[in-house]
């Protein structure tokens, strides 16, 4: 049964935005002051103002990541356009984009204070990488984020899941096992008709699984995967999905 000590609340989608919001305006800011400001200033305030900065804002960036990953999800669905809603995580979203700013800040100061003509090439280089990768990584994530990815819907037809890289359409009736409760890996179904499922983008064609992006998801874990499996086995109130009270049952059945 689930517990009821996760919150059944709304996504913090407003927070999320104006932390990501906040960081993309920072970090410009702080690059357009090392490159035409600092050349004036001694050698000492000039390294504390290209090195501290970005160390202060990984540190708090991966405070602020470790919460979100800590936070629970809710044992609750948005209800509307006629289906249960999995929103995507926003919150979570936006901490690991940041994350990801705050690793090339990094980067990017070590090399505004060293200077790329006093570096070996290689260091110069695997700087440069770092710098790619993690600023690669950010744009992902926006993807992400503009993608909704991680949103799960849950229809009286069957399942709507957006990836990072495409869709699935799931019919309840191409599912012939559920997702398992708890984990370390994604949860997956497993599909008995690939023949009924539908994908769009890079999604694969006729897979014998669905994973379920729980981890970008903006609900318990447990919480869908039960649900998930009621609908499975009780087909007949798959036709109340997506109303309200269909969803204080489900809840109530679920949750004692």
Known sequence: MTSLTAPAVGRPRRAGTAVLV????LVPAWLTA???????????????????PP????????????????????????VRDGAFIAPPADR???????AALAGSTVGAGTLLVDGPETMPGSAVAGWCTVIALMVAAFLRRLHMRARSAGRI??????LLITYAYGTREVPWD???AGPPRTGLMAPKLRIGRPDLVRA?????RGAVKASLPTAEAWVLREFLAD???HYLTDPAARQHIGTAEEHEHLRRVLCG
């Open 200 to 204: 769009t983008g890079l999604a694969r």
């Open 153 to 158: 819907l849950l229809r009286p037809e069957g």
């Open 34 to 52: 090392g490159l035409l400001w600092s050349g004036g200033w001694s050698e000492s305030a000039r390294e504390d103002a290209l090195v501290v």
């Open 92 to 98: 979570l979203s936006a901490a690991a984009a940041v």
């Open 227 to 229: 649900t998930i499996n």
């Open 22 to 25: 906040a960081a993309v305006t």
């Open 55 to 78: 160390l202060l804002f990984a540190t708090v960036t991966f405070a602020y990541l470790t919460s979100c990953h800590r936070r629970r999800g809710p044992v609750a669905f948005e």
């Open 174 to 176: 191409a599912v012939s």
